[in-house]
């Protein structure tokens, strides 16, 4: 009969597989990666031994690590295999022999020899646990519509994209990398302007959105010479000398005043195009600072990376302020799509709380030196 310590880790194994098997909504081999989780952790320990690393007591990789180590190495190998072939791949001992070795070395390295860089933040500080709460709760009402409309949809689908994009800005914030966290959130901002066009205009403007993204992948459509000939006759009609400018840019014309004020007040790019439509030509200072170290330069050494952070999550938050707004303005409108409709009053009624949070945690960070 099992002890009492290794009746806990038979529970927390099965716990983390159901975990991974929830998050990648597939069905593992449970048998077999026991098996294989058992011959990793001896070989883990040999591993340690055999390059002369010693532990302190409970420095050694946790139970939950080394199992999405084995889980996601075989669901790497075999994902894309039939049953039939994934069966004979489990019982050949060439692979589980290999599986066993690679997993136990990469926990060895990645675990114990790993270098990481100091953050000034972590995944459980404050303003990062905030800043998912809010992206995690809006995605996860966002998930509570359904229905054939497809703008409802279309535009949905597109909140999501740009919500864990947010997630991603923080999670690079946690990690250390301020940096790369700027540049993502570039591209955010950029999406955030999409989303605040497509929301707050009429309905066929989405359509035409959709419509005009025919023009990105000529190389691959197999009516592309069609597609062209749709293109010229495009810039053509809007008197767009710029093809590529156009291709970027080109579903604005269809805004009203847009094609009136072309060549004045609006341009097809995203500062004078996008960035003006959306009302955020405030924001375009940080966005050209963003730019600026899209390419590596002398920005990326001479900053420090405190600033770089500071930088990132007031901007963040400037952002999902902005994605909320929309939000409220679809939660609105598709209500009666949401198979939980008193989750999206609720939504309405509290995520401004959820806001106010991240702006009393971005009052603190402002006032450190």
Known sequence: MPDFIERMEQNLFDAQLARLARLTGTQP????????????????????????????????????EVVS???????????????????????????????????????VINEHLNVEKRSVTSSYSPEIAAYNMACSYSLFVLGTFCGEDRRMLGIGNLFKKALVTAKSVAALLAAGNSCDA????????????VLIVLNTNKDEMFFDYVRHMEFFDLEHNPDAEAVQARLSEECKKYGIKERNAYINYG?????????????????????????????????????????????PSAWIVAIREDKFYKFTVFELFRSLVNLVTQIKTYVTRYRGNSVRQGECDAYLRTIGGYLNMIARNNKVIASKP
């Open 69 to 107: 180590y084995v889980f996601y190495y075989h669901r790497f190998h075999t994902a894309h295999l039939p049953p039939e072939t994934v069966k004979k791949l489990e019982e050949d001992e060439r692979y589980r022999a290999v599986l066993v070795r690679d997993v136990a070395v990469y926990i």
């Open 251 to 295: 579903w604005l014309v269809r805004l009203e005043g847009f094609c009136e004020g072309y060549g004045k007040e609006y341009r097809l790019n995203f500062k004078d195009g996008l960035q003006k439509v959306a009302g955020q030509t405030a924001r375009h200072a940080a966005y050209a600072s963003a730019s600026k170290i899209l390419h």
């Open 182 to 193: 700027v540049i993502l959130w570039r591209h955010l901002h950029e999406l955030e302007c």
């Open 29 to 64: 081999h449970a048998d077999f990666l026991r098996e294989m989780f058992a011959l990793v952790r001896k070989q883990y320990a040999e591993e340690l031994r055999r390059r002369g690393i010693r532990l302190q007591p409970l420095d050694g990789a946790r139970l939950d």
